[in-house]
């Protein structure tokens, strides 16, 4: 495990720290985004401990952040907390993300217990174990994964499984094998996608944004 791979890990351990002593608290401040979506006290405070840190610890490094912005890229994304509508409303499908100069990423979503990450060259891991994408290349056979903001198109009912997971979760059920093919929301940022498209491509896998698979299905009349 490289350091920054460590320092990342250790990022995460603070965010989920933080989160899991706001999640499902009474007195929780929800506030409304200008684009009409909520955030939390949770998902401010997070971004801004994080930035403090990264500041502190490695304070030539850029960091680009759903809640206080950015524009560069090359260093650190941080999503404070993808799945605020599950956080807010008690859910516990909701996660950290980070990602590193396209070389680094952590999934962390501590309230279902689960931890995903990946380096690049290095592969990517659930918990700590290998994690590869599925073989499975028929959609007879395979599990697919769409967000619920779009219409499943006529050919995914053909597939063995449909369900509407959403946001991180499905992409991380792609990158360890147990969904053949996920797609998101349309119009996500570079916080919401660029730590998914390391673990999956890492696991194995593709991943065209907002659409993650195994490589092996045919999409044709899927996206």
């Given at each position: 495990m490289s350091p920054d791979l460590e320092y990342a890990l250790s990022l995460a351990d603070e965010a989920d720290a933080i989160t899991l002593a706001y999640f499902r608290a009474t007195d929780l401040r929800v506030d409304t985004k200008p684009d009409l979506t909520p955030v939390s006290e949770a998902d401010r405070l997070v971004e801004s401990r994080?930035?403090?840190?990264?500041?502190?610890?490695?304070?030539?490094?850029?960091?680009?952040?759903?809640?206080?912005?950015?524009?560069?890229?090359?260093?650190?994304?941080?999503?404070?907390?993808?799945g605020t509508r599950?956080?807010?409303?008690?859910?516990?499908?909701?996660a950290t993300l980070l990602a590193y100069a396209d070389r680094i990423a952590v999934v962390s979503a501590p309230a279902l217990g689960r931890r995903w990450w990946a380096e690049r060259r290095a592969g990517a891991f659930a918990?700590?174990?290998?994690?590869?994408?599925?073989?499975?290349?028929?959609?007879?056979?395979a599990t697919v994964l769409y967000g619920l903001d779009r219409p499943v198109p006529d050919r995914a009912w053909s597939a063995w499984h449909v369900r509407g997971f959403g946001d991180f979760w499905s992409h991380m059920l792609v990158?360890?094998?147990?969904?053949?093919?996920?797609?998101?929301?349309?119009?996500?940022?570079?916080?919401?996608?660029?730590?998914?498209?390391?673990?999956?491509?890492?696991?194995?896998?593709?991943?065209?944004d907002p659409v993650s698979w195994n490589g092996l299905l045919d999409l044709s009349g899927l996206r």
């Open positions: 994080l930035r403090e840190r990264i500041a502190r610890d490695r304070g030539d490094e850029p960091v680009l952040g759903e809640e206080e912005g950015g524009e560069d890229e090359s260093g650190w994304i941080v999503d404070p907390i993808d599950n956080f807010t409303r008690g859910i516990p499908i909701w918990d700590g174990e290998p994690i590869r994408v599925s073989a499975i290349d028929r959609l007879e056979q990158a360890e094998g147990a969904a053949e093919l996920a797609v998101d929301a349309e119009g996500l940022a570079v916080w919401d996608t660029a730590p998914m498209r390391i673990v999956v491509e890492e696991a194995g896998g593709r991943f065209d």
